[in-house]
């Protein structure tokens, strides 16, 4: 695919002129068919590097690689028309410094078709963002909880709590002077987000944040209930598709072993059935 030629209907400057309008929706999507069912329904879909976590099992997401994002990226792009698609940038591809985070977001976006890249981190990586906007990428921030930094966070914890909000209102301020289209905000207590939407001229999309957000974001497994190995508190469950799957699963089996499986209706006859002669 050429995937330069994507052209999504949705544009970062159509997501920065949300700002204060109506919500933005967004999930994360790894796949074609999931793509193609969220489409018409969200504004943007993240290929997030939590697809190392949901789909291939790894503890965190320190293991994902440039080649997992590209592979699940050009997937994903299939199966969207409408929504713009964003691809995380995987720990360790733009941490050097900008000239680094440049080569990498233009792979990712000249091999999957992403309108932008998202990456983890506030004032320190305001200098990187800067550089990748002036050279015609997009650059969606994500500050609050970082997966990418848990060693050095302590864990998945909510971030500015007390005085520490400062600090992350700090983080929101450089990456929207930087140029950043939007920001997420992890796990941050909600009066801190309503201040930040409040101060900032880029969107905010919360994913344990805020209603108040300008956006909201989930990893689309866990809100479908396929992810079922722990389930964070601001994750709200809209289905249990992994109850189903697995039961529908247990079934298979029965009837398998049951010799009920496959019956009638699923095997073929020596001779080709008759031609309908209906239109
Ligand atoms: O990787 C991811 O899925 C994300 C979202 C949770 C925002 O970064």
New binding site residues.
Partial sequence: MSATSKQSAMTADDIRARKGNQPIVSL?AYTTPMARLMDRHCDFV?V????GMVMHGLPS?LGVTMEMMILHGQAVSRGLDHAMLVI?MPFGSYEEGPQQAFRNAARLMAETGAAAV?LEGGVEMAETIRFLVARGIPVMA?IGLT?QSVNTLGGYKVQGRDEQGDLVLADAQAVADAGAFSV?L?KVPQRLADQITAEVSIPT?G?GASAGCDGQ???VDDMLGFFTAFKAKFVKRYADLGDSAEAAIAEYAAEVRAREFPAAEHVFGDQAPKQSTKK
């Avoid at 997030?48 to 697809?51: E, V």
């Fill in positions: 994360t993240l997030g590097d939590s697809l997401t995380d998202k994500h997966p997420v992890e999309i994913i974001i989930l990893v």
